[in-house]
């Protein structure tokens, strides 16, 4: 991973911190994680816990970037939020995986897409 | 939290009811489908998914569990569809549950939330038949469902209704068929006799076969309407009675072949199953062993063209149903039996060119081919085909001659009296047809008078009958003499039956 998309990643990351804030959404985590995972963002949204996989592209990439999250990526994103929950002795509680894309234009300008209820576990 | 829904499973022509339990809990999200599903049953909650979201409901969050019980059969096909979603409805509260109490629900959802109609739905409906339940069907399978009668069927076009009409918000009224007009006309095939040129003693032999339920089996050259003679069977024999077409319907039902041919099958059925139909595909099979065409020719017409071009297998096979009347599959999974009453006729060429006995044309075919030809049929098969004869090229001033015989209406009229003979003549021994006498049988019904006896002695010394064609003989000429309205069997009756012995003759 070059500089330039590590950057892109941590920029977009920090975005993604805003708009959910700006959402009401209430962050409890950031880079969480596991033996075997990880997740970018956990936040609070009312009665959910909400686990937030970013996704930042310097262009408007085709097809959709839930589609861009994979099985290995899945599995990862499962194993962190389980131990999350086990850590923190969260029992009884809603639960949910969103994506949100990151779109940053040449110019600086960025759009934010949120897919909620993005995937479950199977 | 945790809701159960009443739904059926079909296994081979019975039903049994079976509970979907949908139970949520707050975790990560996902759900898993338990009880033996299949991958049609697996695949369900992608279905359920869309067609939640798309009827305006919301997906519920948590962890589903759904269990179809009894755990231990295996259930398949796609028909819980409808029930996983109204459970995941109810569950997460977003309908309310008034008129459910026991309701039996079964429907493939689309993804837009509409109903499709599935298999086996008749045959659910009899399971529940006389219990007064209400069932929820898809609205293509409701004619099917309310041919049983006491039961409270509701037609079910889409999730939302279904959800609406539990809730009480709509009312749907209970959906009715009329039996009777089902059956006041007459079962429309479209073909009849009249339209057959010539061959009169074919239609005659035909006629025989209908009203006694003999198999038949026909040899003539190419193009002398063998074929045509066979279709036309169907609209000679007796309608179907109300419990025969329900026991022929249900067949289809789980077969899923009903599809376009209404709710209620009256007419008889006709098979003609390709020469290169497996072994399986002719008795039935599978891992869950479903009807083959034996089955699928229930009650009607099982017509086998190109008779010795069939796998020797697969010809093999036919003795036992034509023997008993049905057959039972036994997988590992589980036995069953499916009826398979059915009426065989066979059609064939006399030799691999078909120019054999033809006065027009020369065979070319070597004594060994034609002898290879004819061994495809083995002894025990051809036992069990009491009319055998030829069909011969008709003549060219038949061909350019306009069709005119009988027509199907006044042949089954004469056919439907003389196997009301037969019933009456069998009545409690559980034979209802001629055909299907049994030795005992043969030897109280089937008395000769005097000058019968002498053709029937002079026929097996000239014509080299064997016992086993003896019995054929008297049994064919019961049917003839049935016909006929004779209580006794008379000289011109057996002489007729005799001419359907012609493989005996040629000693073929």
């Known amino acids: ?122 | 939290m945790l809701v159960k829904i009443k739904s059926a499973a079909v296994l081979g022509l019975e039903a049994y009811e079976i509970e979907v339990e949908v139970d949520a809990c707050k975790r990560l999200p996902g759900q898993s489908i338990v009880g033996l599903p299949d991958a049609a049953v697996k695949e369900s909650r992608d279905r359920v998914r869309a067609a939640i979201e798309n009827s305006g409901f919301q997906f519920p969050p948590g962890y589903f569990t759904i269990n179809l019980a009894p755990a231990d059969t295996k259930k398949e096909g796609p028909l819980y569809d409808l029930p996983i979603a109204l459970g995941m409805l109810l569950v997460s509260d977003q309908i309310s549950n008034k008129k459910m109490n026991g309701s039996v629900v079964l429907g493939e959802l689309s993804l837009d939330g509409s109903v499709r109609p599935v298999n086996g739905v008749l045959s659910i409906a009899l399971s529940l038949s006389g219990s007064k339940r209400r069932i929820l069907v898809p609205r293509e399978n409701a004619d099917e469902a309310a041919l049983v009668k006491n039961i409270q069927v509701i037609p079910i076009s889409s999730l939302k209704e279904a959800a609406d009409y539990l809730a009480g918000k709509i009312k749907i009224g209970l959906h009715k068929v009329d039996l009777k007009a089902l059956f006041q006309t007459d079962p429309e095939y479209g073909i009849d006799f009249v339209d057959v040129k010539g061959q009169g003693h074919v239609k005659r032999a035909l006629e025989i076969a209908a009203a006694g339920s003999h198999n038949l089996l026909m040899v003539g050259p190419p193009g002398s309407g063998k074929t045509m003679l066979a279709r036309r069977i169907p609209s000679i024999l007796p309608t179907l009675s109300l419990d025969e077409a329900l026991e022929v319907t249900k067949l289809y039902s789980v077969t899923g072949q009903l599809n376009g041919k209404g709710s209620l099958i009256t007419a008889r059925p006709f098979r003609s199953p390709h020469h290169t139909t497996s072994d399986i595909g002719i008795i039935g099979g599978g891992r869950i062993p479903r009807p083959g065409e034996v089955s699928l020719a229930h009650l009607g017409v099982l017509f086998l063209d190109e008779f010795p071009e069939f796998e020797r297998n697969v010809l093999e096979v036919l003795r036992q149903p034509l023997e008993d009347g049905k057959v039972t599959i036994s997988r590992a999974h589980s036995s069953l039996t499916y009826p398979a009453q059915f009426m065989l006729i066979a059609a064939m060429n006399p030799c691999p060119c078909g120019r054999l006995y033809d006065a027009l044309q020369a065979c070319t075919c070597t004594p060994l081919q034609i002898q290879r030809y004819w061994k495809k049929l083995s002894e025990p098969l051809l036992d069990r085909i009491d009319i055998q004869l030829e069909v011969p090229r008709l003549k060219p001033e038949e061909i350019s001659a306009m069709p005119a015989g009988e027509s199907s209406s006044g042949i089954r009229n004469r056919i439907i009296a003389a196997r009301k003979r037969q019933m009456e003549r069998f009545s409690g021994s559980g034979v209802f047809c001629n055909a299907r006498m049994r030795p005992k049988q043969i030897k109280e019904f089937c008395e000769l008078d005097r000058e019968a006896e002498n053709v029937l002695k002079s026929a097996i010394v000239h014509l080299k009958l064997s016992a086993r064609a003896y019995d054929k003989v008297l049994k064919v000429s019961r049917t003839i003499a049935d016909l006929e309205g004779e209580a006794t069997i008379q000289a011109k009756h057996v002489a007729e039956a005799t001419q359907y012995r012609s493989l005996d003759r040629k000693g073929g």
């Open chain 1, 1 to 122: 991973m070059g500089l330039e998309s590590y950057q892109l990643g941590v920029k977009g990351e920090e975005a993604a911190e805003k708009y959910l804030q700006q959402q009401g959404y209430q962050i409890l985590e950031k880079n969480f994680h596991s033996q075997q995972g990880e997740v970018d963002i956990i936040a609070r949204d009312r009665d959910f816990i909400v686990f937030v996989e970013v996704k930042s592209y310097s262009y408007r990439s085709y097809g959709s970037p839930v589609g861009a999250v994979r099985k290995a990526k899945k599995q990862s994103l499962i194993h962190a939020a389980q131990t999350y929950l086990f850590k923190n002795k969260i029992q009884n509680t809603y639960c949910r995986f969103d994506v949100i894309a990151i779109f940053t234009k040449y110019n600086g300008q960025r759009i934010i897409e949120h897919y909620r209820d993005a995937f479950y576990v199977s």
